[in-house]
Structure formats: C-alpha cells, structure tokens
C-alpha cells in the first residue's frame, strides 16, 4: 500500500516537472521582434563596418521605431554626424547625452564620455535658438523653415538665415527672419500680430473665445454714419436749390421785362419788336422748380440718413428683408 502510494506521488511530480520544464523552455525563446531585432543590429552593425552610412542609418531609423531606446538614438547621432546632418545630429546627440544614466563600470564611462565628445564637436557646426514669447503665451505650434520643432527653448539650425512661423491658439500668426551663426546660441523673440478690434456682440449673445479669431478680425465693421455719404448729399443739395433760386430769379426777371415792353407797345401803337414769347420764360420757371424740389428731396434724405443711420437694422426674411428703424 505504501510502495503503490509512493509510486503515485512520484508519477505526479514528473508530471509537474515536466510541465514546469516546458514553461521554462517556452520563456526562454525570443520574441518575435526581439528576433527581428537582434536580424537589424547585426545587419547595422555590418553596414557601419562597411562604411554604409546610408544604409546603416535606415537600418538604425527602423530600430529606433520597433525599441525606441537610448542605444538607438545614440546611434543615430553618430550615423547623422558621419552623413553631415550637423541639425538632426545635435538633436539626437542632445536628447542622447540628456537620457544616458550615469556610468557604473569603465565601459559604461567610456560610451558616456564618447557621446558627449561626438555632441561637443556637432555643436560647433549649428547655431542654437532660443525661441520665446510673452508670458502667459504659449504658441500652438512653431515652424522653422517650414519644419514643425518640439522644443522652442533649443533649436538646433545649420549656419544661414532662417524662417519662423509661430501660430498662436486664436489663430494670430509670428513671422521672424533671423540669421545663425555656427556654435552661436542666441534668443529669438515671437511677436505676435496685435488684436486691433473686436466685433460687436449683439445683446444675449453667447459669448465666444477671449479672442476674435481671424474670419472675425477680416470681417467689416458695422454700418454707421459715412461722413463722404452725408457731405456729398449736402453739397448736391444745395447745389441744387441755389441753381433753382437763380433760375426762378431770372425767370421773374425776364418776364417783369416782357410785360414792361408790352405795355410800352400798346401805348405806342406800334407792332414792331415784339416781346419774347412767354414760352422761354415759362420753361425756365419749371426748371427751377423742378431744381429747387429735388435739392429739397435730396436734403430731406441726407437728414434721414444721419438721424437713422445707426440705429437702423437689415434682416433677411424669406422673399425678401426686414428694415428695422429704431428712432
């Protein structure tokens, strides 16, 4: 009975030995990726022997993307420094020397003291920009040469003159020109275009962003009272009375004269030389008249459109609008 019950356990410990073992096997093997990787650093590694910068820094880019780790990027730095990519490889250099724990054996000393040579010597080749707003601004993005920038505070440029775009978050817009210099650091101000008005909000209204933005700032201002609409109507107008005056003036006067020289004819008895006819006379009148109404009209609406200019409100309706005058 005891030699079946031993039999029994040991027969279960196998099992459970066997089981553990195969557990044991199966997390010992590599990952899929952790087998591709390992297939690109040799295959990188190969290409920076055969001085296959090109390659080699694909190939180190693809590494980079499966484990971004700081190996890879130190790497890449190293490979942009060979190509001459002096910007990009102070970026990684730079991001590079910032991440690398401190050294804990000769070897680890060595690669920090070799990274940070590899940045010195990069940083003589590119200019540094300091790219900074006023407090309490902060843009929503940052170009340089038409390249989007993570970092405003360090930007690392090759020698030459370069463009800045900077958007803010109520869409105004910083342009800046500014020329580098290499191993230079300078800082750039971002200036952004002022505010110069806001539109009017109409009572009850929801109120919108902080700031206008820049549909609203190209938009038109209201409607008010045009001083060139109210001095033109003024000068028309009494253009018009003052000629219509003059000629009801002369119209009176032409026809004083011909009924004098009537009457001198009818007590003389003589026919000959007879006035001018009335028609002239007549149509100068009307003229006049026809002057003096419309310098009136025009008068009348000029003092229309001061009174009610700014307070008079145009909304569309359906086949048609609604013009609302408040006086």
């Known amino acids: ?16 030995a066997v089981v553990l073992a195969s557990f044991h ?5 590599p990952p899929p990726r952790s087998r591709e990787l390992d297939a690109l650093h040799q295959q990188a590694e190969a290409a920076m022997k055969n001085l296959d910068m090109v390659e080699a820094r694909r190939l180190w880019a693809r590494i ?6 700081i190996m890879a990027l130190c790497q890449l730095g190293v490979v ?7 910007d990009v490889a102070a970026e990684e250099l730079s991001e590079c020397a910032a991440r690398m724990p401190p050294p804990k054996n000769d070897l680890e000393r060595r690669r920090w003291e070799v990274r940070h040579a590899d940045l010195a010597r990069v ?16 843009p929503e993005r940052i170009l340089v040469d038409g390249r989007k920038v993570e970092r405003a505070d360090r930007v ?48 009850g209204a929801v109120r919108g962003p902080l700031a206008p933005t820049r549909e609203a700032l190209a938009g038109s201002a209201p409607p008010g009272v045009k001083p060139w609409v109210v ?12 000629t219509g005056i003059g000629l009801h003036v002369a119209a009176n006067s032409a026809e004083a004269e011909r009924l004098a020289a009537l009457c001198q004819l009818r007590s003389e008895g003589d026919g ?9 006379v007549s149509t100068m009148s009307h003229l006049g008249t026809a002057l003096l109404t419309a310098g009136a009209l025009l008068g009348v609406a000029t003092l229309v459109y001061v009174v009610v200019a700014d307070d008079t409100q145009v909304r569309p309706r359906p086949g048609g609008a609604e013009v609302k005058v408040t006086w």
Request: with cysteine.
């Open 1 to 16: 009975m005891a030699t079946s019950l031993l039999r029994t356990c040991l027969s279960h410990a196998a099992a459970i």
């Open 25 to 29: 096997l199966r997390a010992a093997e």
């Open 64 to 69: 980079h993307h499966l484990d971004p780790s």
């Open 80 to 86: 942009d420094t060979r190509l001459g990519r002096w």
């Open 123 to 138: 940083l003589q080749e590119v200019g540094v920009l300091n790219l900074f707003t006023a407090p309490g601004v902060v």
């Open 156 to 203: 690392y440029v090759l020698p030459g003159r370069h463009e800045i775009v900077a958007m803010a978050h109520d869409g105004r817009l910083a342009r800046v020109s500014v020329a580098a210099k290499a191993a230079e650091s300078q800082g750039v101000p971002i200036v952004f275009e002022p505010i110069e008005h806001q539109l009017a909000r109409p009572a």
């Open 231 to 242: 001095a033109s109507g003024a000068t028309a107008a009494v253009g018009l009375l003052v």
């Open 272 to 280: 000959a030389g007879a006035p001018a006819p009335r028609e002239g």
